[in-house]
């Protein structure tokens, strides 16, 4: 007598996993080496790039080897997994790498004129860093004077103008790009305060007219500055 049935087989689970990378942070660009121990059975190891909370991966991978490609946090996740075989269920552990952007060249930044008086303008430019990025000029907390910054799109540089005497710390900062990080850079302006007009002044005798050998009182209005008063006489002396 026989008898036939279905038995129902229950994969075994693996032992733990175990995955690790050959450096656990990256410059967008470089690669590293995935290795995996652990796990049971035949299966083969493979590896997959995660997508990110914007739905793409910050790294590719070929093989064992994983590319970084964007910045970001967490960085570049890699799902890897040992594939079941006939008696093993699948399993699979992440590794995270780190992935950050490269720091641009060196840049510096000069000034046409270093000492400019108020009102006067000079010309910024700029040399070094590694992208196309614009540059972009602001004054820096703390400076004893200010200036104001205006792009000139003819000549494709940026006039810094002085607006108060004292020293601009003016700071110059390359755009980053998907590659490089910004980069910055510090140049100081110096801004005299002799050329400014000062507001509408005016002058008065109390009373305006007086009899020979009387005095009356000379008074002002108006003007800036500290800048003491001083009074002479350019007519009707005799």
């Known amino acids: 007598t026989t008898a036939t049935g279905k038995f129902a087989f229950t994969p075994l689970a693996q032992s ?47 093989g064992m080897v994983v590319t970084a490609t964007a910045a970001g946090t967490p960085g570049c996740s890699i799902l890897v997994t040992k594939a079941a075989d006939a008696t093993y269920a699948e399993t699979s552990t992440t590794v995270v790498i780190g992935v950050a952007k490269h720091n641009q060249a060196s840049l510096s930044a000069s000034a046409a004129q270093t000492s400019i008086a108020i009102g006067g303008s000079t010309r910024l430019t ?6 196309t990025g614009a540059v972009t000029y602001m004054l820096v907390a703390g400076s004893t004077g200010t200036c104001a910054f205006v792009f000139d799109r003819i000549n494709g540089s940026t006039l810094a ?8 710390l003016v700071q110059g900062t390359k ?22 007009a000062q507001a509408a002044f005016a002058g008065a005798a109390t009373p305006a007219t007086i009899p020979v050998r ?3 009182a000379l008074s002002t209005t108006g003007g800036s500055g500290t800048g003491a008063v001083s009074y002479r006489i350019t007519s009707g002396y005799n």
């Open 16 to 62: 733990s996993l175990s995955a690790s990378a050959s450096a656990t942070s990256l410059l967008i660009g470089d690669t590293a080496t995935i290795a995996a121990s652990g796990g049971s059975g035949t299966g083969a190891v493979t590896l997959a790039a995660v997508p990110g909370a914007f739905g793409s991966a910050a790294c590719t991978v070929s």
């Open 126 to 131: 700029a040399i070094g860093g590694s992208t």
């Open 161 to 168: 103008t002085g607006t108060g005497a004292g020293d601009c």
């Open 175 to 196: 755009a980053g790009d998907t590659y490089y990080n910004p980069v910055t850079t510090l140049l100081n302006l110096h801004v005299t305060g002799g050329s400014t």
């Open 214 to 216: 009387s005095t009356t």
